[in-house]
């Protein structure tokens, strides 16, 4: 039976600058916990001020939690030597909302392309390497609708279930938010959904 994926891999904080050399060229490589494109364009700015003397910032990112985007840039090195090498080692770590950028000095020695992309595949490797790659839940979210006196047989679904409350609102007419993890949803769902008096609507994710 195919198992829903509800999990996946990231990291939870900025790795260490790492470094890996060749031919006096240099290769620094960052690994940064992201969620949009905005956060993307901040890193990168940074590093280019960081770095400002350097020759090359190439990146690779991907987004998403099951519906993955990507982009691999070179930034001016030959066409697919920096960028798809750095995506490969996101793809062969398995991790996702991730930025690995590896900046280049050029130490004036051509590496040619295949020492190119053995240079930036080793830099995002050692970046991930020195991250902490961790696993999280896919969930989804619920927000919960009813008035002041059903209150206790909501409650007790929730807390049968143990069910991760993120934001509430109890007045007369009450809202209550949760977050449940994917393979529990159906469940979930129905449970309140055959609940009298009570409305359950699941919310996009941000």
Excluded at 25 to 40: C, L, Q
Excluded at 114 to 127: D, F, R
Excluded at 142 to 148: A, L, N, R
Aim: aromatic content about 10%.
């Amino acid at each position: 039976m195919d198992e829903l994926k509800d999990t996946y891999r990231t990291i939870t904080k900025a790795s260490e600058e790492v470094l890996f050399k060749d031919k006096n060229s240099k290769f620094f490589g960052y690994a940064f916990p992201v969620i949009n494109e905005e956060e993307i364009k901040e890193h990168l700015e940074d590093l280019r001020k960081k770095h400002h003397a350097a020759r090359h910032w190439c990146y690779a990112w991907q987004l998403g939690k099951e519906d993955y985007r990507y982009r691999a840039n070179d930034d001016g090195e030959p066409s697919n030597s920096a960028g798809m090498p750095i995506y490969g080692q996101i793809q062969s770590f398995n991790v996702t909302n991730i930025l690995i950028v590896v900046v280049r000095y050029f130490g004036g020695v051509k590496l040619g392309v295949g020492g190119l992309i053995n240079a930036y595949k080793t830099a995002a490797q050692m970046a991930l390497e020195a991250s902490k790659i961790v696993t999280r839940t896919i969930d989804l979210t619920f927000e919960i609708s009813f008035d002041y006196p059903e209150m206790n047989k909501v409650m007790r679904v929730i807390k049968e279930n143990n069910l991760n409350v993120v934001d509430q609102i109890l007045e007369l007419d009450c809202k209550i938010i949760i977050k449940v993890r994917k393979k529990e949803a159906d469940r979930i769902y129905e449970k309140f959904d055959a609940t009298y008096k009570v409305k359950i609507t699941q919310l996009e994710d941000q």
